[in-house]
């Protein structure tokens, strides 16, 4: 499958040569610079980016008709989620590294979740109306952005007001889980925001609740293969712009409420609800002293609550009451502090320097965290400058000093861009970084134990430790006020010690705890192409995957890298003289490899499993009507609902059995969307 992209994505390239030499008079559209701010001393054109980004607009967004981030990013290359029906979250995954790996930030400032502060965050428990683009710079950007983001980040930029303008929005989306829909079935979406700048001051704030039914499937009687979710978030922020001062305050809400309603067994059932809230509050000042000096600084202060509500639910009375028994309620909490201070300063056209100090407070405590209140403080000092050898040239080295007072840190980080306009069409960018993932309290103070479970957490461990390497070659085929051509092909390589994982722990082996494994690796290949003119734009990438074999020997019997591809597409068409979008994403995802040790009888045996392919595909019908958008669609095209798992393991709570849900079915939307701007 791999292969067959390959030739088609060269073939287009010869295809887009031939175009743009033959019909480069038919179109009429102006090429809009794209300005890009993740990682940048200050924003600048993602072009002269010394890193590869990755934009996803708010009109690609809206198209994709999203409730949840996962709607928008699922048909994304090198991106993979994978579903907890158990505890109804999905985790993602970044170039064949975990989510952990993977920091995500709003507006730069980086979120707590389950696991503690920027661990492995449920990216949907963020409000998608509020956001204006998505960032994403896929290899490790430790040394600008500290711990966990050894595989990449995502920065979720969100909206702002309009200057001299008010604005008022409200959205309701209607959507079937699969063919079920009804109340409480189905999904429903609803929310309103606004915002108002003039002068100096602004405001804008937004408020939504979503409500998710759950999905019965093939589940008999109370239980549902999905589970009903209902959520509700709110932002605000207030700010104020003078020439040489900028300044804001914003806060994030959220209240998640998943219910896990369970058999019932002599005419009772065991109910439990996964009750999530965070609060999370930043405040960011930017301060120009002179046109070659600036000051950037942010605080964030972020409260995470999460609970486990065990109740018992009576067929007979039809009342609930809260279960008594041990380890069935469960309250964690987690605060997260974080200061960024920036020193942005443009010694000449030729080189700027930036430095600056981060820090990262974390403390939790609960049910399943060892008694009492722990926490961690990380510090990290960072140098970086961008030097401009010629006007095609340019080089970024980067240190960041870290200190850490539960783990041991690697006292410096390095990491080297380098980026050659070596003609006006060709754009090649070499990088090196070494990256690290900070244990979370959780893997050094988890502590539970029940009937099913025995677990602990080790305070011995070490942060995981990486070393990449990436490079990408950009071509822009053809580039006027018609249309636009492009392609890429990217690779990547990294290779982590001190991988965390379970392990036995060696004193008791009856007890599970986390471990420093060994080494892990990942590598792979990426080929895009994409085409830009005023009415339509069309986008093909395929991805090329392995990930490393840690069952591999030294004979050579066993592959050292598990192989996968995936192929992504997207197509958008505007008739623009009845103001109508016509939208398909497309994602196949190739059959994944991975090796897994089983018992069988007194042996332990080896098995090589496979988690089977699958196409995800959506399309939509978008329509403005002046002050009222409309966007219909179907959601999972191909009907897909599990993928077929040819596992020996049983699995425990968190697993699929010889299946991994993927989705509820093909499922149907309908959008609308009230604007007013004045």
């Known amino acids: 499958m791999f292969k067959i992209s390959c030739y088609f994505f060269f073939f287009l390239i010869l295809a887009g040569k031939a175009f743009s030499q033959s019909e480069s008079d038919s179109f009429s559209v102006q090429n809009i610079k794209e300005i890009v701010i993740t990682g940048e001393f200050e924003p600048q054109e993602a072009r002269r980016s010394v890193y590869q980004v990755k934009t996803i607009s708010q009109e690609v967004i809206k198209a994709h008709g999203a409730v949840k981030l996962q709607d928008v990013l699922a048909t994304e290359a090198n991106i993979r989620f994978s579903q907890d029906l158990a505890l ?44 204006q683009r998505i960032e994403i710079i896929e290899g490790p950007m430790s040394v600008i952005y500290g711990a966990d983001a050894l595989a990449g980040v995502i920065n979720i930029i969100t909206k702002k007001a309009v200057e001299g303008k008010a604005d008022l929005y409200i959205r309701l989306q209607e959507e079937t889980a699969g063919s079920e829909y009804g109340w409480p079935q189905g999904v429903h979406n609803q929310s309103l925001g606004g915002g108002y700048k003039k002068g100096n001051w602004y405001f804008k704030g937004d408020l939504a609740r979503n409500a998710f ?3 019965q499937g093939t589940a008999a009687g109370r239980d549902k293969q999905w589970h009903p979710k209902i959520q509700y978030t709110g932002s605000g922020v207030i700010g104020i712009e003078k020439p ?12 998640e409420d998943i219910f896990n309603p369970n058999m019932v067994n002599a005419n009772q059932a065991i109910d439990q609800n996964y009750l999530t809230g965070r609060w999370m509050n930043q405040l960011q000042v930017n ?6 000096f600036k000051l950037n600084t942010s605080l964030a202060f972020t409260h995470f609550q999460r609970k486990t509500q065990t109740t018992l639910f009576n067929e007979l009375t039809g009342d609930s009451r809260l279960s008594l028994a041990p380890g069935s309620q469960d309250t964690t909490l987690f605060d997260g502090f974080s200061a960024r201070i920036l020193l942005p300063y443009k010694i ?30 990380d510090y990290g000092l960072i140098v970086s400058g961008e030097y401009h050898l010629t006007s095609r040239f340019q080089v970024r080295p980067g240190l960041r000093f870290t200190s850490n007072s539960v783990y041991t840190a690697p006292p410096v980080l ?6 050659w306009s070596f003609h ?28 099913n479970h025995a677990i602990v957490g080790n305070t011995d461990l ?21 249309y636009k051509i492009t392609s890429s092909l990217a690779g990547f390589y990294n290779t982590i010690e001190n991988m965390i994982g379970f392990g036995q722990k060696p004193d008791n082996p009856l007890i599970v705890t986390y471990i420093n494994i060994d080494r892990f690796k990942t590598k792979g290949f990426t080929a895009n192409m994409s085409w830009k003119s005023e009415q339509w734009s069309v986008n093909l990438t395929g991805a090329y995957t392995g990930r490393f074999n840690q069952f591999n020997d030294d004979a050579g019997t066993l592959d050292k890298f598990l192989w996968s591809p995936e192929v992504s597409a997207s197509f958008n068409y505007e008739f623009t003289r009845i103001g109508t979008a016509v939208s398909l994403f497309h994602k196949y995802t190739g059959k994944t490899p991975y090796f897994e040790v089983f018992t069988d009888g007194a042996d332990q045996k080896l098995n090589r499993a496979v988690l089977g392919s699958y196409s995800w595909s959506d399309l939509s019908v978008s329509k403005d009507f002046k002050s009222v958008a409309l966007t219909v669609g179907v959601r999972n095209l191909f009907n897909v609902i599990n993928i077929n798992n040819t596992s020996q393991l049983n699995g425990g709570v968190h697993t699929g059995g010889s299946s991994q849900p993927i989705g509820y079915g093909r499922s149907f939307f309908v959008n609308i969307q009230y604007s007013i701007i004045k």
Do not use: C
Request: hydrophobic share 35%.
């Open 244 to 255: 040489n001062t900028t300044a804001h305050y914003r806060l994030d809400l959220l209240h």
């Open 348 to 377: 000449s056209t030729n080189f700027s320097l930036l430095s600056g100090l981060d820090i990262n407070m974390e403390s939790g405590k609960g049910g399943r965290i060892e008694t009492g209140t722990h926490s961690i403080q």
């Open 213 to 215: 039914g759950g999905w």
């Open 414 to 419: 390095p990491s080297l861009n380098i980026k």
């Open 462 to 482: 070490e942060a995981e430790l990486s070393h990449s390497i990436s490079g990408s070659w950009n071509w822009t085929i053809h580039a006027d006020a018609n």
């Open 88 to 131: 109804g979250g999905s985790n993602l995954s970044m170039q064949g590294l975990s989510g952990q790996n993977v920091k995500i930030l709003i507006d730069g400032i980086p979120m707590v979740g389950r696991q503690g502060a920027s661990n492995e965050i449920n990216l949907n428990q963020i409000n998608v109306n509020g956001i």
């Open 287 to 292: 301060h120009s002293f002179n046109p070659k």
């Open 424 to 451: 006006a069409e060709h754009d090649l960018r070499v990088a090196y970084g070494r990256g690290f993932r900070a244990p979370s309290l959780r893997e050094l103070y988890f502590n539970f134990f029940d009937s």
